[in-house]
């Protein structure tokens, strides 16, 4: 049952499902000293790190190689005044390894621009936090 207020927290293996079922997230993280948010299509790795594909020369590489980010994801229907939202919070790390990096080729993850140098950035799931929201309209929890 949920509590009154409509929210209701999820548990992390609930969340790494909810994580599966979408191809685009947000990235957050420090640029210039303020807050920057990006969104990226992203996977999941075996060991449930989120994993993204980019230019090596971008200012998203630069930024986040080896800092604390967050990465966000959710669903949410309007009419219905439901949905959920999981946020991941880890280091982010160029994967450097290169059986990681062809290991990491093979499973399809395609940035969704062009990139001719690309490479593979790993998010830990250090810390993996949800939650789903009930609106007034909501039958179920379409998760």
């Known amino acids: ?28 993280y420090t640029r210039q000293a303020l807050h920057a948010i990006l969104p990226v299509n992203f996977g999941l ?3 449930s790190s989120v994993i993204l594909r980019t230019s090596a020369s971008s200012h998203l590489v630069r930024a986040i190689d080896g800092a604390v980010v967050a990465f966000e994801t959710d669903d949410f229907d309007a009419e219905e005044r439901s949905g959920w939202s999981v946020v991941v919070t880890g280091r982010a790390a160029v994967v450097t390894d ?13 940035s969704w621009v062009d990139v001719q140098d690309g490479v593979f950035v790993r998010i830990e799931s250090e810390m ?13 929890r379409r998760i």
């Open 45 to 47: 790795d075996t060991d």
């Open 1 to 28: 049952m949920l509590p009154d207020d409509g929210f209701h927290a999820l548990d992390r293996q609930e969340c790494l499902r909810l994580l599966a079922k979408v191809p685009v997230g947000r990235v957050v």
């Open 98 to 110: 290169p059986a990681e990096h062809e290991r990491l080729s093979r499973t399809g993850l395609r």
């Open 128 to 140: 993996v936090t949800g939650r789903v929201v009930n609106g007034a309209g909501s039958a179920d």
